[in-house]
């Protein structure tokens, strides 16, 4: 079934991603034909601080049900990992007297996913025990952090719990064109076909 998650409430998210998420069939990745256990949960832009108590709420309802969240934002996470480089009060320095596209080259050759951002979150994997991981702060860190390139990069280390991503936009699929990230509902160009939206899944 497919659902118009733009018309849905924050209150209606939050019930059905306990629900799926909680569920047996959801942890044990069944009925995803082999393909990674990847989810989007999209959500309408302007939704995005409702989504964020949501999320918070959710990582508490799902321990009091015994399942363990790896709560990643990648905001944070780009943050902590550009001072312990040594390099963010260089950035708030410099910020000034660069363009935005040269700020824009520094922080993408410094967070790219496939050499530091995904090490970094591969680390935190194999340090702690989890049942799902979520990821979010997508809409943060754009442009210099792309979601399809997290999740393109993320396949060969996240495959063995499910992940879901928090994603302010669409996730749309047609037959013409495959599967869309629109992020924010506007940008059409991230091209990612693995994921499943979290609300067509039913337990």
Known sequence: ??????????R???????????????????????EVP??????PAGDAVDMEQVRAQ??????????????INLYDLAIEMLRERGIWDELIAAEQGVTKDELKELLQNVLDPETHLIPEIGKRLASQSFDVLFLSGVGEVFPYIRSHNVLNNL????KEKPTLMFFPGNYT???????SLDLFGILHDDKYYRAFNIFNYEV
Do not use: W, Y
């Open 12 to 34: 209606e998210r939050q019930d059905h991603l306990l629900e799926v998420v909680s569920s047996q069939r959801f942890l044990r990745k069944l009925g995803l034909g082999n």
């Open 58 to 71: 959710l990582v508490r309802q799902l321990a009091n049900r015994g399942v363990t969240v790896l709560d």
């Open 38 to 43: 990847f989810f989007i949960c999209p959500f």
């Open 1 to 10: 079934m497919t659902r118009d998650t733009n018309t849905m409430t924050p």
């Open 173 to 179: 699929h047609a037959l013409a064109s495959g599967a």
């Open 155 to 158: 396949q060969s280390t996240a």
